[in-house]
């Protein structure tokens, strides 16, 4: 039996409990930021089995099941879906101190009621188990999501997506809020000039609107912000592995786009001054709009070039990067600032080296004006398991104000994963109760409490205003 993820698990004080099940446990979710299928949460995708909803594009699993020694075969390639699931439940109790041991077995049991362990021995009762419960409506994507209590999500969407599924969503109330996120990280991807000159087309379709200049380019982005807008979207998103700054305009912007629309690549530093122009552009746009832009910084793309090439990217072959990322951050949002245009800002960092860097960065440009106006974001990616969770409360408690954090994000592409909430919820409220029982923190469960459900909930729900 599951014996130790019980009501009480990872809380370790009689405070810690209080705050949880009295004001954390029973919030709705608002995860504004993963990377679901919007078309999955039009169709009210039914899943036929717990592979196609619980592995299928999950690299978390996939990088654990290559350590292990699992063959590809098993992982993205042509085996049958219960023995990927089979392979998955050999690996899991080797997984131990790893997040996916917590969160496989939290799935489990707030899904599908599940408490024993997963492994070789229980696989196939839990394959047959999960199975007839996606079988139901309880369990298909929309039924998925209202099990977990979640109020409202942003997708990640590309400038080009004509968001028709976000449209058929808006229109049925049987299904859960769904807003898009605007991410156009590939309208300034000019380093290969071959799949953007592709990509103009692309966006030249979408906004109906000719690219032939780089005013044009701009005019095109902001048709796509506005027709975005009206289909409710309120963010935008982007993952980079650092900003640019330039002091000064070493570069004509239009000659660089004239080289790229010709096919001549781009020097280092041209390509460098091309994103960092752009950037701006896009972040008066957003706040125009009063949109918040999240800046996602710090990982290093598609490491493996043989494994690359096979799988192709987003397949497990991502990691942490080690990018100088504060002058540049500060610059950017300076530009931004100088001319009262900076939008609510989220800044999320990979290296947890880089915490203290990214949490003083953001309280310089919090000018009252806003509660939060430019928050350090949530413990992201390889962070958001319990240490790095940890690491970054304690930053942004030591540097800002915890009180005024928009709190937790799933940033996954799994309709299960929402446990991941619960999981961030019951590590703040443990550590905030040993804060109590350490003596560092009044015992006043009301005023702490208050805290709590604005930091799982009610900040949120105040700073983006969907």
Known sequence: MNTFITKDFLLQTTIAKSLYHEYAKALPIIDYHNHLSPKEIAEDRQFENITQVWLAGDHYKWRAMRAFGINEKYITGDASDKDKFLKWAEVVPFTIRNPLYHWTHLELSNYFGITELLSPKTAESIWDKTGLLLKQKSHSANGLLKLMNVESLCTTDDPTDNLEHHKAIAKDHSKVKTLPTFRPDKAFAVEDVTSYNHYLGLLETSSGKSIHNYQDLITALQSRVDYFHNVGGRLADHGLEQLYHFNTKIFDIDQLFKKVKTNQALLTEEVQFFKAETMIHLGKMYHAKGWTQQLHLGAIRNNNKRLLSELGPDTGFDSMGDFPQAKALSGFLNTLD???????????????????????????????????????????????QKDGMEKQINTLSNQGLLSCFVGMLTDSRSFLSFPRHEYFRRILCNLIGNDVANGELPNDSEHLGKIVSDICYYNAKNYFDF
């Not at 609510?344 to 960065?361: C, Q």
């Open 338 to 384: 100088s001319t009262n245009q900076l939008a609510k800002t989220i800044v999320y960092n990979l290296n947890p080296s880089d915490n203290e860097v990214f949490a003083t960065m953001v309280g310089n440009f919090n000018d009252g004006t806003i509660k939060g106006k430019v928050q350090f974001g949530s413990a992201w990616w390889f962070l958001d």
